[in-house]
């Protein structure tokens, strides 16, 4: 009875042991905008346009009152009646439209754009009415979401949350308080971290997020702690099994 107490004593001692090592994960901020309180009724945040770069597909058409300028410019489909393919940017900013030859549209908003094409199309048709939209208007979320990946973006307008919504937003070992954004233009590559625990994300000008953005949620501590000590458990469980076997021994012999 001695020997059976002893041995009870000693997996005691063990499991709380493990209990112990276990428990030690750093306690995490998983709330979004935490610090709101009263300070949002009191801002407006304004959504920055994208503004067309080299190697943007635009989608382009252009209706006015005469059949065949519709025929002329009508950029949206072919003979065959499938989508047109879009028109591409080259790297100095131009695209070539029909009847305009080339047309600069490097840095301008699509509001901008169709302006400038409006204005230009008017010296040769009457009261031409433009629709002007990015067709590869993607960004990307890579890290410590549910679904990674790259998506397209419809309306050429996205959040930061949104787009995490889209990854079906963060693990829990996401880090909150350091989201990166990794923005690329005119061959110049700008990081920001974001803290999206705080309101103050919301006036962020990489709140709203530009085409080919980059959206990486790194792990925070608590993650590689956990798979150490995974790791670490392993010689711990496999020396607790083999003194458990030896105590047992030990006992049956008795």
Do not use: W
């Given at each position: 009875?001695?020997?059976?107490?002893?041995?009870s004593?000693?997996?005691?001692?063990?499991?709380?042991?493990?209990?112990?090592?276990?428990?030690?994960?750093?306690?995490?901020?998983?709330?979004?905008?935490?610090?709101t309180g009263?300070?949002?009724?009191?801002?407006n945040?304004?959504?920055?346009?994208?503004?067309?770069?080299?190697?943007?597909?635009l989608?382009?058409?252009?209706?006015?009152?005469?059949?065949?300028?519709n025929t002329?410019?009508?950029?949206?489909?072919?003979?065959?009646?499938?989508?047109h393919?879009?028109?591409?940017?080259?790297?100095?900013g131009?695209?070539?439209?029909p009847?305009?030859?080339?047309?600069k549209?490097?840095?301008?908003t699509?509001?901008?754009a169709?302006?400038?094409?409006?204005?230009a199309?008017?010296?040769?048709?009457?009261?031409?009415?433009?629709?002007?939209?990015?067709?590869?208007?993607r960004?990307?979320?890579?890290g410590?979401?549910s679904r990674p990946?790259?998506?397209?973006?419809?309306n050429?307008?996205?959040t930061?949350?949104?787009a995490?919504?889209?990854a079906?937003?963060m693990t829990?070992?996401?880090?909150?308080?350091?989201v990166?954004?990794?923005?690329?233009?005119?061959?110049?590559?700008?990081?920001?971290?974001?803290?999206?625990?705080?309101?103050?994300?919301l006036?962020?000008?990489?709140?709203?997020?530009?085409?080919?953005?980059i959206?990486?949620?790194e792990?925070?501590?608590s993650?590689?702690?956990?798979?150490n000590?995974?790791?670490k458990?392993?010689?711990?469980?496999?020396?607790s099994?083999s003194?458990?076997?030896?105590?047992v021994?030990?006992?049956?012999?008795?």
């Amino acid at each position: 009875m001695q020997n059976i107490s002893f041995y009870s004593r000693f997996s005691l001692q063990a499991f709380i042991l493990l209990c112990l090592l276990t428990s030690c994960a750093p306690k995490r901020n998983l709330v979004y905008l935490g610090d709101t309180g009263e300070k949002l009724s009191s801002r407006n945040y304004i959504a920055l346009e994208p503004r067309i770069l080299p190697n943007d597909l635009l989608s382009i058409s252009v209706s006015t009152l005469s059949a065949e300028s519709n025929t002329l410019f009508n950029g949206n489909t072919q003979n065959n009646g499938q989508l047109h393919p879009g028109y591409r940017v080259d790297g100095n900013g131009f695209i070539n439209f029909p009847g305009l030859k080339q047309m600069k549209l490097r840095d301008l908003t699509l509001s901008e754009a169709k302006l400038k094409l409006t204005k230009a199309l008017a010296d040769l048709t009457k009261d031409p009415n433009v629709s002007i939209s990015f067709m590869n208007f993607r960004i990307t979320v890579i890290g410590e979401v549910s679904r990674p990946g790259t998506f397209t973006i419809a309306n050429n307008e996205v959040t930061l949350l949104e787009a995490l919504g889209l990854a079906g937003d963060m693990t829990a070992y996401g880090r909150r308080d350091n989201v990166k954004v990794i923005r690329q233009r005119d061959g110049v590559r700008e990081i920001r971290n974001l803290n999206i625990n705080s309101v103050e994300v919301l006036n962020s000008d990489f709140y709203y997020l530009m085409q080919n953005d980059i959206v990486y949620v790194e792990p925070d501590k608590s993650k590689e702690q956990s798979i150490n000590q995974n790791n670490k458990y392993i010689p711990i469980i496999s020396a607790s099994l083999s003194v458990l076997a030896v105590l047992v021994s030990v006992l049956i012999r008795r």
